[in-house]
Nanobody, 121 residues
């Protein structure tokens, strides 16, 4: 079982930047792909960034060009660099281990507590 701890969320003004971190522990050797999700109040959790086992990345259209996902395999940590933040980016951000079925990614692990990102206008 992999444990995930997210950190780095904060209150920032629109146009600002934040860097989120997700530290994985436990059975981390079984980790292949990882991703970042977010859940805004009253909305479903959505996948915004993927880092595959091969090192390729994918992004939701809403964050493409502004967010960058990266991974430090030695530290079992995945990061999300968020630039040009918008009020609509306000959400609780979660990371998870992913698996793919066809072209769709699914969360494989237990959810952590997430980290709150609030963007003021």
């Amino acid at each position: 079982q992999v444990q995930l701890v997210e950190s780095g969320g904060d209150l920032v003004q629109a146009g600002g930047s934040l860097r989120l971190s997700c530290a994985a522990s436990g059975s981390s050797s079984s980790i292949n792909a990882m991703g970042w999700y977010r859940q805004a109040p009253g909305k479903q959790r959505e996948l915004v960034a993927v880092f595959s086992s091969g090192g390729s990345t994918n992004y939701a259209d809403s964050v493409k060009g502004r967010f960058t996902i990266s991974r430090d395999k030695d530290k079992n940590t995945v990061y999300l660099q968020m630039n040009s933040l918008k009020p609509e980016d306000t959400a609780v951000y979660y990371c998870n281990v992913l698996f793919s079925y066809g072209s769709t990614w699914y969360p494989r692990g237990s959810w952590g507590r997430g980290t709150q990102v609030t963007v003021s206008s």
